[in-house]
């Protein structure tokens, strides 16, 4: 196991094959981790924080970050403050965006997506995969404080649509005077295709052919406003 630390300038850090931790300290820094179960810190500036492969642990601290990870594991990943972009890659993450306006992306597998504080974007899985995102995934999807946006589909095929109750967007801590789900309107799909549900814990959102695609637990389907709370996209 090494510990790697950075300087006050902008640095570019490289774990091992083991399990590292890994310190960027001030300015702007680029972390990977490589291989292992790496702890990674980015500290001050706007960083660019990798874990690789392995079930790492990442830290954005403060600056506006990116944290991802392109080689799997289960991994956990914190914006903290500024403005973040987090995404989870494969495997089953948990991915907390923190303080700020945050965009947390769950990718692959089945993903804890927080917001926690500030408005943020919320995205269960892949979005980039345009075949059928979400297709097997159960995800949880997590607001906070702020005007937080819980996505379904945008510009692309419905997410978690093909598999009933065996994938979807279970949905938590929505705030109904503020916050906001994205369905995807296609050239097959549109607003009307979408509907609403009483479901034993919550409101469900159903996709064509009355595939389950949402579940907004602890909010009646008789609350969601559609001019409010559905936005197509």
Do not use: C, H, W
């Amino acid at each position: 196991m090494a510990e790697i630390l950075g300087t006050v300038g902008n640095d570019e850090l490289f774990g091992e094959q083991g399990s590292d931790s890994l310190f960027g300290l001030e300015g702007d820094d680029t972390i990977l981790g490589l291989g292992g179960d790496d702890f990674i810190f980015g500290n001050q500036g706007a960083d660019i924080l990798d874990g690789n492969e392995g079930n790492d642990i990442i830290f954005g601290g403060q600056g506006d970050d990116f944290i991802g990870d392109i080689g799997g594991g289960d991994d956990q990943f914190f914006g903290n403050l500024g403005n973040d972009l987090v995404n989870g890659g494969e495997s089953n993450d948990q991915l907390f965006g923190g303080q700020g306006d945050d965009f947390v992306v769950g990718g692959a597998g089945n993903d804890l997506v927080s917001g926690d504080k500030g408005s943020d974007i919320l995205i269960g899985v892949d979005f980039q995969n345009i075949i059928n995102p979400g297709f097997g995934e159960i995800d949880t999807l997590v607001g906070g404080e702020g005007r937080d946006i819980f996505t379904l589909g945008f510009n692309s095929p419905s997410y978690y649509v093909g598999s009933g109750e065996s994938d979807l967007a279970l949905i938590t801590n929505f705030d109904l005077a503020e916050d906001a789900i994205f369905v995807s309107e296609t050239d097959n799909i549109t607003i009307s295709d979408i509907d609403l549900g009483e479901l034993g814990s919550g409101a469900g959102i159903f996709s064509q052919n009355a595939d389950l695609i949402g579940l907004v637990q602890g909010v009646a389907a008789s609350q969601i406003n559609f001019e409010i709370n559905i936005i197509p996209g």
